[in-house]
Nanobody, 118 residues
Framework: QVQLVESGGGLVQAGGSLRLSCVAS????????LGWFRQAPGKEREFVAH???????NYADSVKGRFTISRDNAKNTVYLQMNSLKPEDTAVYYC????????????WGQGTQVTVSS
């Protein structure tokens, strides 16, 4: 079975930093694009960032310059370093995986809560 497990969420003051981790199992990690999404209360889930096995990255405009996605293929782990956090970053953050080049993310983690206070 495929499993994605996020960790690292919590409560932080505006301007602070957090690093989220996602450990994947049950898939060939290097063949997949790994991404991060988030969902705030009452809002649609939105794209945050993704990173392919060859280090190609993409970011949502709202987080560009503040967040950095990285991955360690040997450890089957993807990270999201979040700096200069704002209250509007408050959301449940989800790790997701898809075969590189496919149109759908079909494996999802359980989510980790990030709360940014002002």
């Amino acid at each position: 079975q495929v499993q994605l497990v996020e960790s690292g969420g919590g409560l932080v003051q505006a301007g602070g930093s957090l690093r989220l981790s996602c450990v994947a199992s049950g898939l060939t990690f290097s063949s997949y694009t790994l991404g991060w999404f988030r969902q705030a209360p009452g809002k649609e889930r939105e794209f945050v960032a993704h990173r392919m096995w060859n280090s190609f990255t993409n970011y949502a405009d709202s987080v560009k310059g503040r967040f950095t996605i990285s991955r360690d293929n040997a450890k089957n782990t993807v990270y999201l370093q979040m700096n200069s956090l704002k209250p509007e970053d408050t959301a449940v953050y989800y790790c997701a995986a898809k075969v590189t080049g496919s149109s759908h993310y079909d494996h999802w983690g359980q989510g980790t809560q990030v709360t940014v206070s002002s």
